[in-house]
């Protein structure tokens, strides 16, 4: 078993909110969300889903933090997470696998998804480094991901977000003499003189009304 594995709970967790909607809205959604998942099926109820809406924005918090190099601040969030859910392996042996192990086989769904997923993210971030985590940049998205280009350049969430950026940049720029002439217009308008005076005037203002008083 490859618990760094379990890292992709954290991230299919946070992705259930995005730009789409919330995934977590109703029962339906969280059944949908672990019914493939192996041990961690069974029945779920409305406490359930207000539990792992509370983890999803836990998860979602050390993505963000990672995400903006407060690494101190994503580990201990992870961290407290890892103690609130603890992982309760024990040797399993069943299907013609040998002993092997599994990781809390009881509890409710939650507490099995959260220690699986705190379990997996902080496996993962001590083998590839805290810096692979990542938040998707595009407007409104917010969905995570695991970096894992060679150079940590990933800034996108999927090809769709990265093409939808890439998209309205190309639409700004149709064709080459229509950005030259605006830029020709803009800058007679402008005029280079003019404009630096008009930086200047306000800190001659200032200091004029700084003598006046
Ligand atoms: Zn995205």
């Given at each position: 078993?490859?618990?760094?594995?379990?890292?992709?709970?954290a991230?299919?967790?946070v992705n259930?909110q995005?730009?789409?909607?919330?995934g977590?809205?109703?029962?339906q959604g969280?059944?949908?969300?672990?019914?493939?998942?192996p041990?961690?099926?069974?029945?779920?109820?409305?406490r359930?889903l207000?539990?792992?809406?509370?983890l999803?924005?836990?998860?979602?918090a050390?993505?963000?933090?990672?995400?903006a190099?407060d690494?101190?601040?994503?580990?201990?969030?992870?961290?407290?997470?890892?103690?609130?859910?603890?992982?309760?392996p024990?040797?399993s042996?069943?299907d013609?696998?040998?002993?092997h192990?599994?990781?809390?086989e009881?509890?409710?769904?939650?507490?099995?998804?959260?220690a699986?997923?705190?379990m997996?993210l902080?496996?993962?971030?001590?083998?590839?480094?805290?810096?692979?985590?990542?938040?998707?940049?595009?407007?409104?998205?917010?969905?995570?991901?695991?970096d894992?280009?060679?150079?940590?350049?990933?800034?996108?969430?999927s090809d769709?977000c990265?093409?939808?950026?890439?998209?309205v940049?190309?639409?700004?720029?149709?064709?080459q003499?229509r950005?030259?002439?605006?830029?020709?217009?803009h800058?007679?308008?402008?005029?280079?003189?003019?404009?630096?005076?008009?930086?200047?005037?306000?800190?001659?203002?200032?200091?004029?009304?700084?003598?006046?008083?």
């Amino acid at each position: 078993m490859d618990l760094a594995s379990y890292a992709d709970l954290a991230i299919e967790l946070v992705n259930t909110q995005d730009r789409a909607g919330d995934g977590l809205r109703d029962l339906q959604g969280l059944t949908a969300l672990v019914a493939q998942k192996p041990h961690l099926g069974g029945r779920v109820g409305h406490r359930d889903l207000d539990t792992m809406r509370g983890l999803r924005d836990q998860l979602r918090a050390i993505f963000a933090a990672a995400g903006a190099g407060d690494e101190d601040g994503a580990v201990e969030r992870l961290n407290s997470l890892l103690i609130q859910h603890p992982i309760h392996p024990q040797l399993s042996r069943h299907d013609d696998h040998g002993w092997h192990v599994h990781l809390n086989e009881a509890g409710s769904i939650p507490d099995r998804y959260a220690a699986r997923a705190a379990m997996g993210l902080a496996v993962k971030i001590g083998e590839q480094g805290i810096d692979r985590l990542g938040t998707c940049r595009a407007e409104g998205c917010g969905r995570v991901f695991f970096d894992t280009t060679a150079n940590r350049s990933r800034r996108y969430c999927s090809d769709r977000c990265a093409a939808s950026r890439h998209g309205v940049a190309a639409a700004d720029r149709p064709q080459q003499p229509r950005v030259t002439e605006p830029l020709v217009a803009h800058r007679n308008g402008r005029r280079g003189p003019g404009h630096d005076d008009g930086a200047e005037r306000p800190a001659g203002n200032t200091a004029s009304r700084d003598g006046g008083q």
